[in-house]
């Protein structure tokens, strides 16, 4: 039982160029969460899927997409990487009705 | 908008030196309080959910309690290995299981 994964671990990226950051949970949770997590403001939600098939905005939607791509899957792509999104991401995964969200090792991007 | 406040920024502890952090909060209608440990390069790991003010939750050297405005995580005669950034987050009723953090307090505890 891995928990949650994340790939890759780290990135360097130019301004302009574009990646998907992968994230799997193997517990059978319905609720998937993306975060970015920077120098003393703490974790910002991103993008969360509540359920298979649905996705929603969080508080930092701006300059990504997601994609639910089943139960165990949702990948956070940024089409083209600026410097203000050098940040480590988190994935982290849920059951509605538990509420606890487990997290991932998380992705540091670097974008120069 | 859920608010999330957590003091201080950073705590040095000596080893067996007991202290709390805290964490007030302002949210619509709380569904649960969640604290988490942070290593530095890893995830937060998931310590304790309370739910409703007069809880209170331990794990070891942790304890976790909780008012209508703020929580505290008491910790009791610590140790190196209780070195980590300790974080706050808030879960409100209505707003599918999204969590809003504060940013965290770090703690070293030097043997």
């Known amino acids: 039982n891995a928990g949650v994964t994340q790939t890759p671990k780290f990135q360097v990226l130019k301004t302009g160029q574009s990646m998907t950051l992968q994230c799997a949970q193997d517990m059978n949770h319905n609720s998937m969460y993306w975060y970015r997590q920077d120098p003393g403001m703490g974790l910002r939600l991103i993008y969360y899927s509540a359920s298979e098939g649905t996705t929603d905005k969080g508080e930092v939607p701006n300059g990504y997409n997601v994609s639910r791509l089943n139960k165990r899957e949702f990948s956070l792509r940024l089409e083209s990487a600026a410097p203000s999104q050098t940040s480590v991401y988190f994935c982290a995964s849920g059951t509605s009705g538990e509420e606890t969200q487990y997290f991932g090792p998380g992705t540091r991007l670097l974008v120069l | ?111």
């Open chain 2, 1 to 111: 908008e859920d608010q999330v406040t957590q003091s201080p920024e950073a705590l040095r502890l000596q080893e067996g030196e007991s202290s709390s952090l805290n964490c007030s909060y302002t949210v619509s209608g709380l569904r649960g309080l969640f604290w988490y440990r942070q290593d530095p390069g890893k995830g937060p790991e998931f310590l304790f959910t309370l739910y409703s003010a007069g809880e209170e939750k331990e794990k070891e050297r942790l304890k976790a309690t909780l008012t209508k405005k703020e929580s505290f995580l008491h910790i009791t005669a610590p140790k190196p290995e209780d070195s980590a950034t300790y974080l706050c987050a808030v879960q409100a009723g209505s707003n599918d299981y999204k969590l809003s953090f504060g940013a965290g307090t770090t703690v070293t505890v030097r043997a």
